[in-house]
């Protein structure tokens, strides 16, 4: 059930032996790490969405994730960019969180909330209008299925393209498209029908 690009090894307490090769252990384990920690805070919104956006989860979810990669039990090969095996890795390591336990909150989509929040402080009317926009998106995309808004977060907010969505998805380029195609449709349809009631 691994995704394209991931492997695991069950039990073995060795370094990532694509970012180790030629280099040593040591050397390697912290290219390693370099790497993780220049797509830490990607990883982290990407966590939150396999999550529902539970920060608790999101947080044991990454902290699983990193422990699999810099103990060897999941290995970059190679075959796809590093943060779309990364991706990868953190969607299957919270499949599996939530095979164990029931998700507590289904909260909306925070990221919107956090790329607010880097802004400067616009004026009262303009914070009161950015405000209402960035809850009307939050439900929006709150309201579509699962893939259609990983998709969505994957392409728009990740800059992906639709066949590294796919990767990260583990799901066929034709799926991840269609779910795309369907995801901006509905979307689309969601916020033309807000506007018209406001």
Not at 48 to 68: G, M, P, S, V
Not at 90 to 109: G, K, P
Request: net charge positive; aromatic share 8%.
């Amino acid at each position: 059930m691994a995704a394209v690009g991931v492997s695991y090894v069950q039990g073995v307490q060795t370094t990532n032996r694509t970012m180790t090769r030629d280099r040593g252990d040591r050397a390697g384990q912290c290219a390693l790490k370099d790497k993780l920690a220049e797509f830490h805070r990607d990883a982290f919104v990407w966590a939150l969405n396999c999550c529902r956006h539970n920060r608790d989860d999101a947080e044991d979810i990454l902290q699983a994730t990193y422990l699999k990669i810099l103990e060897g039990r999941a290995r970059f090969d190679g075959r796809s960019s590093f943060i779309t095996w990364l991706f990868a890795v953190v969607r299957l390591t919270a499949v599996d969180h939530r095979r164990r336990h029931f998700l507590r909150n289904l909260l909306a989509a925070r990221w919107v909330d956090e790329e607010s929040n880097r802004l400067p402080a616009p004026g009262a009317d303009s914070a009161t209008e950015s405000a209402q926009r960035c809850t009307v998106m939050k439900d929006a995309l709150a309201s579509l299925p699962m893939r259609q808004r990983e998709v969505l977060l994957l392409v728009f907010y990740h800059e992906f393209s639709i066949e590294d969505a796919a990767r990260v998805m583990a799901v066929s380029v034709g799926s991840a498209r269609q779910h795309y195609a369907r995801g901006k449709r509905a979307l689309r349809t969601k916020l033309t029908d807000r506007r018209a009631e406001l």
